[in-house]
């Protein structure tokens, strides 16, 4: 079956790197992506990956995949007090979407 | 380009009601899915519109049903409310070919009472 987990609660320094992982189940998943909410909103999409990938940079953000121990992580460099929400991964098949409970970042000043 | 809107954003019902909930997705788009979230369950997957057709269901009661529109506007229904189905309604709205990008909404906010 799907599952995708996460760990809850992550804290750290105003300038410090973030790190937040993910494991999934379905290795036939196509794409793993890494969604951001904050109080209140929607999902904002901030990155994803092609499962054939093993990383990928877009700015300030850091995607790792481990294929073979299906793992995911994202890394926030720099991370900013505004980085303070919940950071959903999911894994797809197709277009449907499996996510992890979140991880809460605390970014403190 | 506007992003992918929602309608209502709050909306209170009462057990037995029933509701109607409207997503418009990114123009050009004709993909959408619904996720219900809760703080119990999470995010989870309702069903996936593309092209006026239900492509893909998740496991959910036959009370929770939806459309898609030509102009690929979607809604879904949720009959009978029962207070479980408090819940944020989120929308996503996903490209064609090789786009894998999924957009989503602001979400509804439904409190059953």
């Known amino acids: 079956g799907e599952d995708v987990e996460q760990s809850l609660f992550l804290s750290v320094r105003e300038g410090d790197s973030s790190v937040i992982n993910c494991t999934y189940t379905d290795s036939s998943s196509t794409y793993l992506y890494w969604y951001k909410q904050e109080p209140g909103a929607g999902l904002q999409l901030l990155t994803y990956?092609?499962?054939?990938?093993d990383m990928k940079q877009d700015q300030r953000l850091t995607v790792l995949l481990n294929k073979k121990d299906k793992h995911l992580s994202l890394r926030i460099a720099d991370t900013q007090t505004g980085d303070s929400a919940i950071y959903f991964c999911?894994?797809?098949?197709?277009?449907?979407?499996?996510f992890g409970k979140g991880t809460m970042l605390l970014v403190s000043p | 380009k506007a992003g992918v809107t929602q309608t209502p954003r709050y909306l209170i019902k009462t057990r037995g009601q029933q509701v109607t909930l409207s997503c418009s997705p990114i123009?050009?788009?004709?993909?959408v899915s619904w996720y219900q979230q809760t703080p119990g369950q999470g995010l989870q997957f309702l069903f996936e519109y593309f092209s006026e057709t239900q492509r893909n269901k998740g496991n959910f009661p036959g009370r929770f049903s939806g459309r898609q529109f030509s102009n690929s506007r979607s809604e879904m229904n949720v009959s009978t409310l029962e207070l479980g189905d408090s819940a944020l309604y989120l929308c996503a709205s996903k490209g064609t070919g090789s786009s894998y990008e999924q957009y989503f909404g602001p979400g509804t906010r439904l409190t059953v009472t």
């Open positions: 990956i092609f499962s054939n990938m």
């Open positions: 123009s050009g788009h004709r993909s």
């Open positions: 999911a894994e797809s098949i197709w277009s449907t979407l499996t």
